[in-house]
Structures are given as C-alpha cells and as structure tokens.
C-alpha cells in the first residue's frame, strides 16, 4: 500500500506515516515499513519539501505563508520547510503575485478603476486574494498598488 501511495506522487515522512496508521496497520508494522521505505531512498523529506515549494509556487500561485502551512500539515519539519521556503526567490515571488493581480484585472475591471471608490474596492479585493493565496499584505498592497496605478494611467 504505501509504494501504492508514493506512485500517485511523493509524499512526507509525517504524511505517510499518518495515511498508514489511518488504514489501521499497528505501530511496529508502520515503523518498520517507515524504516524499509527510509533505506531504500523512497522518503525523503527535504526533496519533498523542495518540489512541493517549487510546484504549488510556480504553477498554483501559492505564496510563503501558503506553502509553510501546507507542509507543516504534511508532516515536515519547521528546518526543512524553512530550507525548502529560501529557495523562492523575492523577485519571482513578487513576479508571480503580479500575474495573478494582471489575470485580475479584465478590461470591466480597467475601466472601473477610474473611479476612487471603485478603485478602493478594487485594491481591497485584490490584497484579500493574494494574502488568502499566502502572499505577505506588505508585498500584496505593493503589487496591487502598483498595477493599479498603471492601469489608471
């Protein structure tokens, strides 16, 4: 069952264990299909870690916060998630809320922006979508400001 699991895609220490255990296996069974797993390379948190981030950042848009919290729930380390979170890049991360603001921002959208209060519900709509999406607000009030502001232009 669990190399089952690990060919749909890979999965955590902490994730596998728990799936395991939720299927009813004892506690010495798990640990020894952890151990077997552990010395045949197939778990490898900090691997998992690093493709989660690179994955769910680059093609779901998922920020910082977002992706802390999802392998924390997975069962990674705080070590390793925080290694695995250095990898994303300030500027791709900036890059990349841009585009979802840009996806955003249909022409209905550009035309109502002229308008300060429209403008308004605008901005704090946008902000709430990255920050729900894990974007830091400093950064999303940044970007949404600033592809406001270029549209209004």
Request: hydrophobic share 40%.
């Given at each position: 069952?669990?190399?089952?699991?690990?060919?749909?895609?890979?999965?955590?220490?902490?994730?596998?264990?728990?799936?395991?255990?939720?299927?009813?296996?004892?506690?010495?069974?798990?640990?020894?299909?952890?151990?077997?797993?552990?010395?045949?390379?197939?778990?490898?948190?900090?691997?998992?870690?690093?493709?989660?981030?690179?994955?769910?950042?680059?093609?779901?848009?998922?920020?910082?916060?977002?992706?802390?919290?999802?392998?924390?729930?997975?069962?990674?380390?705080?070590?390793?998630?925080?290694?695995?979170?250095?990898?994303?890049?300030?500027?791709?991360?900036?890059?990349?809320?841009?585009?979802?603001?840009?996806?955003?921002?249909?022409?209905?959208?550009?035309?109502?922006?002229?308008?300060?209060?429209?403008?308004?519900?605008?901005f704090r709509r946008l902000v709430g979508m990255l920050v729900r999406r894990g974007y830091p607000q400093s950064l999303a009030i940044d970007v949404v400001g600033e592809h406001l502001?270029?549209?209004?232009?």
């Open positions: 069952m669990a190399l089952r699991l690990l060919g749909v895609r890979a999965r955590s220490r902490g994730e596998m264990q728990e799936r395991l255990v939720r299927r009813g296996f004892d506690a010495d069974t798990v640990a020894d299909v952890m151990r077997r797993l552990d010395s045949a390379g197939l778990l490898d948190d900090e691997d998992f870690a690093s493709e989660w981030v690179r994955s769910r950042h680059t093609h779901s848009g998922r920020g910082r916060v977002a992706l802390r919290h999802e392998l924390k729930a997975k069962g990674v380390a705080a070590a390793t998630i925080e290694n695995a979170l250095s990898d994303i890049d300030p500027e791709d991360e900036r890059a990349v809320a841009g585009r979802l603001v840009a996806k955003k921002l249909t022409p209905r959208v550009l035309e109502q922006v002229a308008d300060r209060a429209e403008r308004d519900k605008h502001d270029a549209a209004a232009e």
